[in-house]
Nanobody
């Protein structure tokens, strides 16, 4: 599985962005997928995870209500809709996938990672 994240950019506080993560390779449709982020000088942290069907999701508590994770199995693509963005959301956002993980927030449990896309929120 190869993952390609895109959609980052510069946005003002209160604005929105939608990130995409395109997957290639076999059996992607059976993988759980997740978004993580890493702010400058900080550790990578969990954002959200979605199951293989797209019917179940789990979010970091601090992001509930502002971020929405989804996936389009026909397009082999996962999305992260980010609304009401804040300067503290500035980070490199990474997508990740694994065939065995189940709603995990642990970085070390994901086998496949995208290259990351930069999101910068100005105040």
């Amino acid at each position: 599985v190869q993952l390609q994240a895109c959609g980052g950019g510069l946005v003002q506080a209160g604005g929105s962005l939608r990130l995409s993560c395109a997957a290639s390779g076999r059996a992607f449709s059976r993988y759980f997928m997740a978004w993580f982020r890493q702010a400058p000088g900080k550790e990578r942290e969990f954002v959200a995870v979605i199951n293989w069907s797209g019917g179940s999701t789990y979010y970091a508590d601090s992001l509930k209500g502002r971020f929405t994770i989804s996936r389009d199995k026909a397009k082999n693509t996962m999305y992260l809709q980010m609304n009401s963005l804040k300067p503290e959301d500035t980070a490199v956002y990474y997508c990740a996938a694994d065939p065995s993980v189940r709603y995990s927030y642990r970085i070390d449990e994901y086998s496949y990672w995208g290259q990351g896309t930069q999101v910068t929120v100005s105040s």
